[in-house]
């Protein structure tokens, strides 16, 4: 596993590279700032990027939103010492994949970033409910085309113009085919459609086609 480990305390960072290290883990980077973990995530496409929440120049929860919408593919895990249920879940609704407390026994941190890798949130049990609570109250209240990010709507708004293959998708938004597929799996889901037809039906039963966002009349 590729770690990239954003913390502006360097005894932190220092740590978390040994003990990755100790468990055949690959440091490919380590940022000072939530700046430096954006720009090291998009050049260095790590596995998995190790995020503190606060941190100067920009913060955890900001690189996090920006790096699920550049770069998916790596999965933001929050490194904090913070407890605060309204941080958890701001984390992931600005897209990380896990919310760890930094006083985690070292066998969970292991083993929650094994589920990661396998696909699964890396959230300790005990949090676990309060995110499912949130957002079952949170997807009846807001449209569902509201759920989606900035680069899925983007695969929307291309969509609906009559780009519709994964390889021209990928050229226009300047993303591999994978990126595209990420995407196109996340819009399906979250309009609850099944194929690509639908989702144009979609987009303009709703008039999300450019800057619009109204509903119909």
Known sequence: MRVLIADDHALIRRA???????????????????????????SSRPDVVLMDLAMPVMSGLT??????????????????ASEDDDDLLEAVKAGASGYLNKNIESDQFFDLLEKLIRGE??????????????????????????????????????????????????????????TVKYHLKNVFGKLHTRN????????????????ELSRPA
């Not at 590279?17 to 468990?23: A, D, N, P, V």
């Not at 883990?25 to 973990?37: F, K, L, M, R, S």
């Not at 499912?132 to 997807?139: G, I, R, V």
Request: aromatic share 6%; hydrophobic share 45%.
């Open 16 to 42: 978390l590279q040994s003990l990755l290290h100790e468990q055949g883990h690959d440091v490919i980077g380590q940022a000072h700032n939530g700046q430096e973990a954006l720009e090291l995530t998009l």
């Open 121 to 178: 949130p890396a959230l300790p049990a005990a949090l676990a409910p309060r995110v499912l609570d949130e957002f079952a109250h949170a997807d009846a209240a807001v449209p569902p085309h509201e759920q989606l990010t900035r680069r899925e709507r983007d695969v929307l708004e291309l969509m609906a113009e009559g780009v519709t293959s994964d390889r021209e998708l990928a050229e226009r938004l300047f993303v591999s085919e994978n």
């Open 63 to 80: 690189a996090t939103r920006l790096i699920s919408a550049q770069w998916p593919e790596s999965k933001v895990v929050m490194l904090t």
């Open 196 to 211: 690509r037809s639908q989702v144009v039906a979609y987009a303009y039963r709703y008039r999300l086609v450019g800057d």
